[in-house]
């Protein structure tokens, strides 16, 4: 496999972590999340086949390879990895694994030019209303993750790799290309950061894993009106059990209750009151 990959300069570790951090936990038989420092990566199918979804935060390949064989024994590789979107705790181990494994990676087709090198995010913004976290994002990375030769658009049919039953929905706002996966059969989502189940800008709700449904994470979401109609997309799914790309998986009511709360509210709890991509 050639070595073309390249992380972005800035790539680099960042030390936070929760309560929740090296812990997994199954949503159905086939779906399981664990959850990297303050991120959480998705395992979809079994032994016979299976796929990931993200790629967790810079330096972690080695944990992420170590609990792939935990838990699908020694040699496990997947059919293919797709990344929700490619901010830097979502990407954070991908050359690696790729090299790794030596297999295909997808995304969405507006998100290829920040995974190829071509272009970088917008500078997360520190000035955003919000907690610690917020005021501490100018350290994290926004320059782009290069997995060219490696990485293409997923299936303009809706389809994704490897994953049968399922259907990705483009929901930008938070990136542009940001898509959340979505399974008609039993109405699991994965939603990526179109919404989060933990407060991301809050150091203290970040460390004890508070659990509530919040927009996405305010310091990188660069289109509000496009954030807010992602979430009406999802919550119009209604998702029986959503898995996030920050904090715990929601299930039933609470989750029912969460989004339809979240949707009404969008402009007055989810959209800050400051900052500059406001």
Same mark, same amino acid.
């Given at each position: ?10 790539? !680099? ?11 997994? *936990? ?5 779906l399981y999340y664990y959850t990297n420092q303050v991120v959480n990566i998705c395992i979809y199918g079994n032994s016979e086949g299976w796929v990931l979804i993200d790629t967790g935060m810079p330096k972690s390949a080695g944990e992420i390879l170590s609990v792939v064989e ?8 997947? !059919? ?26 997808? =995304? ?7 995974l190829t090198g071509k272009s970088d995010y917008p500078e997360p913004d520190p000035s955003v209303e919000g907690g610690l976290v917020a005021k501490v994002s100018s350290y994290f990375p926004n320059e782009s993750t290069d997995l060219s030769g490696h990485i293409q658009a997923?299936? =303009?049919?809706?389809?994704?790799? +490897? ?19 979505? @399974? ?7 939603? +990526? ?5 933990? @407060? ?6 970040? %460390? ?23 979430? !009406? *997309? ?10 996030? +790309?920050?904090?715990? =998986? ?8 969460? %989004?339809? !709360? ?13 900052? *500059?991509?406001?």
């Amino acid at each position: 496999m050639s070595q073309d990959m390249n992380y972005s300069d800035d790539n !680099k570790f960042i030390p936070v972590t929760s309560i929740a951090s090296h812990s997994g *936990k199954h949503v159905t038989l086939d779906l399981y999340y664990y959850t990297n420092q303050v991120v959480n990566i998705c395992i979809y199918g079994n032994s016979e086949g299976w796929v990931l979804i993200d790629t967790g935060m810079p330096k972690s390949a080695g944990e992420i390879l170590s609990v792939v064989e935990n838990y699908l024994g020694k040699g496990a590789r997947p !059919k293919a990895i797709i990344l929700t979107h490619g901010h830097f705790d979502h990407v954070g181990a991908s050359v690696e694994l790729v090299r790794h494994w030596g297999v295909p990676v997808y =995304a969405h087709e507006l998100e290829l030019p920040y995974l190829t090198g071509k272009s970088d995010y917008p500078e997360p913004d520190p000035s955003v209303e919000g907690g610690l976290v917020a005021k501490v994002s100018s350290y994290f990375p926004n320059e782009s993750t290069d997995l060219s030769g490696h990485i293409q658009a997923l299936p =303009a049919d809706g389809t994704v790799p +490897g994953m049968e039953g399922w259907r990705w929905v483009h929901t930008p706002g938070h990136s542009p290309g940001h898509v959340s996966l979505f @399974r008609e059969s039993d109405h699991i989502l994965i939603a +990526g950061d179109a919404f989060v189940t933990v @407060r991301q800008d809050s150091l203290y709700k970040v %460390l004890v894993q508070q659990q509530e449904v919040c927009g996405p994470p305010r310091y990188f979401t660069t289109d509000w009106h496009a954030a807010l109609e992602s979430v !009406k *997309k999802l919550e119009s799914l209604n998702p029986q059990v959503a898995v996030t +790309g920050h904090g715990p =998986a929601m299930e039933g009511e609470e989750l029912a209750n969460g %989004l339809t !709360k979240l949707v009404q509210d969008f402009e007055s709890v989810a959209i800050p009151d400051y900052g *500059k991509y406001v």
